[in-house]
């Protein structure tokens, strides 16, 4: 599935597009394939901690809207 959100990331908003598989169990395979800021996919710039960071705060969002 895909998914996506805006957020901040230091002092600017971004646009996170994160695709992830899920079933009955839960949520699996989740991955951050773009984040868009001023119409610019910065992903290559991104640190590994930040991308995992995106990844958990896209499934706390995705869970929080899925359960409104």
Not at 8 to 29: A, C, P, R, S, T
Not at 38 to 66: F, G, H, Q, T
């Amino acid at each position: 599935m895909d998914f996506n959100f805006t957020t901040k990331l230091e002092d600017g908003d971004v646009i996170v597009f994160w695709q992830f598989e899920h079933d009955e169990d839960g949520i699996y395979n989740s991955e951050v394939v773009k984040v868009v800021f001023n119409d610019v996919d910065i992903i290559p710039i991104l640190s590994a901690e930040a991308l995992c960071e995106l990844d958990m705060k896209a499934y706390k969002v995705y869970e929080e809207r899925s359960h409104d």
